[in-house]
């Protein structure tokens, strides 16, 4: 689904700027704008990989776990 869902976004953004700025189509321009804010918004809802990086001294252990959303 993320797939198709990038390739519109792509393609309206082509679109927009082809058909809309070099073209001045104000309904291509207006697509490639929501294109561009779709794109903007689903970077910034995608959550970011915690790294935590900590020294060892010897004797020393790490546990990694995994836990489910609410836990």
Not at 6 to 31: E, F, I, T
Not at 32 to 46: H, N, P, S, Y
Not at 50 to 70: C, D, K, M, S, Y
Request: glycine share 16%; proline share 4%.
């Amino acid at each position: 689904m993320g797939g198709v869902f990038d390739r519109l976004v792509k393609a309206g953004m082509r679109h927009g700027w082809r058909r809309g700025v070099m073209g001045g189509s104000q309904a291509w321009m207006a697509l490639g704008v929501v294109a561009v804010g779709l794109r903007v918004i689903r970077r910034m809802a995608t959550p970011k990989p915690v790294v935590v990086t900590e020294r060892l001294t010897p004797g020393q252990a790490l546990v990694i776990r995994h836990l489910r959303r609410g836990e």
